[in-house]
Every structure is written in C-alpha cells, then in structure tokens.
C-alpha cells in the first residue's frame, strides 16, 4: 500500500522551531519529488517548500530563510525543520509526491498526499 505518513506537528510560540517528517511506504521516495503545502482556515492550500528527486530545493518566498527542505533516502522520509515560526505559519501542514518532479509549485502537479498534520503557533 502506497502511503504517506506526516507527524512532527504541534503547538509552539512564536519563534520556537518545529520538524515536520513525511515517511513514505509502498514506493521508492528518492524517486520522488516531494513538496509541503499547507492550509489555513478559509483559505486555499499553498505552496512552502520542494525537494526534487535530485535533493535540489525551492522554497515559497514567505519561508525562504526559516524552512529547510532535506531528504533521508534511506528511511524513504522527508524533512522539513521549521525556525522561527510566526502565527501566519499556523496551518495544517502536508507532504505530496510526485514522480521525477524537478519543479512542482501545484498541487495538481502532485499524485500522493498525507493526510496532513496541525501547526499551531501562538503569539
């Protein structure tokens, strides 16, 4: 069964520092490219973070500095290490796959999803 499992969420204050994984199962991750979105209340998913199958990485401008994006091949996991959180980064946080993925800012350029995990951050 192919899945993806996200955990790591949680409650922090405001400049504190969180780790999201993404575990995948029933397929081979480093063939992969692997994005986070999240969703807050009322509004559409968007974009954070990427890591192309060739551990490259991109990431919206409104993390870019305080999320890094890396890759464990071996345990078929994800990463995201989140630094100095702020009430807008408050969401329901998921990871998605897509094959072979260089660049994928869409969600509809992804196949797999988790089922997404709560960042709460207070203030």
């Known amino acids: 069964q192919v899945e993806l499992v996200e955990s790591g969420g949680g409650l922090v204050q405001a400049g504190g520092s969180l780790r999201l994984s993404c575990a995948a199962s029933?397929?081979?991750?480093?063939?992969?490219?692997v994005g986070w979105f999240r969703q807050r209340p009322g509004k559409e998913r968007e974009f954070v973070a990427g890591?192309?199958?060739?551990?490259?990485?991109y990431y919206a401008d409104s993390v870019k500095g305080r999320f890094t994006l890396s890759r464990e091949n071996a345990k078929n996991t994800v990463y995201l290490q989140m630094n100095s959180l702020q009430s807008e980064d408050t969401a329901v946080y998921y990871c998605?796959?897509?094959?072979?993925?260089?660049?994928?800012?869409?969600?509809?350029?992804?196949?797999?999803w988790g089922q997404g995990t709560q960042v709460t951050v207070s203030s």
């Open positions: 890591i192309n199958w060739s551990a490259g990485t």
């Open positions: 029933g397929l081979t991750f480093s063939n992969y490219g």
């Open positions: 998605a796959a897509a094959w072979r993925a260089r660049l994928a800012y869409g969600p509809r350029q992804y196949d797999l």
